[in-house]
């Protein structure tokens, strides 16, 4: 668990990060159901324009992705595309497809990874998760999906690991899953 802006961030379960979601507002709120149903990086999620944003996906571009590897495409979630929606039409209503999604205070900037992260801090503080960040949502992500079943290539191409190595250490296992491996070995 992370402790002082060191180790790894605490997986939440979706109840828990459905608190989070309630805690935050407006720009926050969006950004985290963005980073919560695409598994992106918060430094990819702050840097999206609205042309990324199709109908049907979410699209990340090399330029934004750690190591400037690969673009790619992650499909859009229902729950994400009504918030996205109505978002956009507070934001951005002349629809100008190379604005920020998540634009900042000052023109031609987007929102900062730091103003993120205090209201993000400060939702954690009040609802007593400790050792949640940032990266937390790309981790929760990953580690439901991998638990729900879905083959780790398949998370890999959603979230632009190299290798499947790299995506393994995103990978939480549950205190109970050690123990029923426990009770199923012979």
């Known amino acids: 668990m992370k402790i002082d802006r060191f180790n790894r961030s605490r997986v939440l379960t ?4 459905d608190q989070v979601h309630d805690q935050l507002s407006g720009p926050h709120r969006v950004l985290a159901t963005l980073l919560r149903k695409t598994a992106a990086r ?3 999620g702050l840097a999206l324009r609205w042309k990324y944003v199709t109908p049907t996906s979410i699209v990340y571009i090399k330029p934004t992705t750690k190591g400037k590897r690969q673009t790619r495409s992650v499909p859009l979630d229902p ?3 009504k918030e996205l929606s109505a978002w956009k039409q507070l934001v951005n209503p002349k629809d100008d497809p190379d604005a920020w999604v998540f634009p900042g205070r000052n023109p031609g900037e987007h929102l900062t990874r ?3 992260d205090h209201a993000l801090r400060k939702a954690c503080e009040e609802l007593d998760l400790k050792g949640f960040s940032t ?3 790309r981790r929760s992500f990953l580690t439901s999906a991998h ?3 879905v083959p780790l290539r398949n998370l890999q191409s959603i979230s632009g ?3 499947l190595n790299q995506i393994s250490a995103y990978l939480e296992v549950p205190e109970q899953a050690k123990t029923d491996a426990v009770m199923l070995s012979a």
């Open 161 to 163: 690991h190299a290798s």
């Open 42 to 44: 918060v430094s990819e």
């Open 114 to 116: 730091r103003g993120f």
């Open 79 to 81: 729950t994400l595309a």
């Open 14 to 17: 979706s109840d828990e990060l």
């Open 147 to 149: 638990q729900a079943g």
């Open 135 to 137: 990266h937390g949502f």
